[in-house]
C-alpha cells in the first residue's frame, strides 16, 4: 500500500534539485547569462466589451518578444472581434495606450496571431 503523502514527498526531492541548481549557477557553476529563448501562448478570451483585459495578451506579447522569446497570440470566443478595424479602432484599455497601438506593435513585431 502506498503511502498518501509519496507524490508531495516525490515533489520535495526534485524541489531540492532545483534548487542545488540554483546555487550551482550563483555560484558560477553555469552560465546564466544566456538563458534558454523560451516559447509562450498567449490566449485572449476577453474582447471590446472588457478593453483593458482584451489588451494584455498583445502588450505581454510584444513584451515577451522583445525580450527574446518565441511568442503566439490566439483568439478565441469575445476577442475575434478585435481583429475587425471598426473594433480595434475604438477600444481603449483603461491605464493603456489604445488597443490599435497594441495591435500595430504585435503585426509589426511579426507575432503570429491565431484567430
Known sequence: ???R???RREFLKKGTHVCAAAVAGATGMYDLAAPERQKFLLIGLAGSEN???ANFPFVWAAALH???NEVRIELAGDAT???RSAVSNSVTPVGWPPFKEALAKAIGLKIPIHV
Do not use: S
Open 1 to 3: 500500500m502506498k503511502k
Open 5 to 7: 503523502n509519496a507524490p
Open 51 to 53: 478593453p483593458t483585459r
Open 66 to 68: 522583445e525580450a527574446g
Open 81 to 83: 472581434v478585435l481583429m
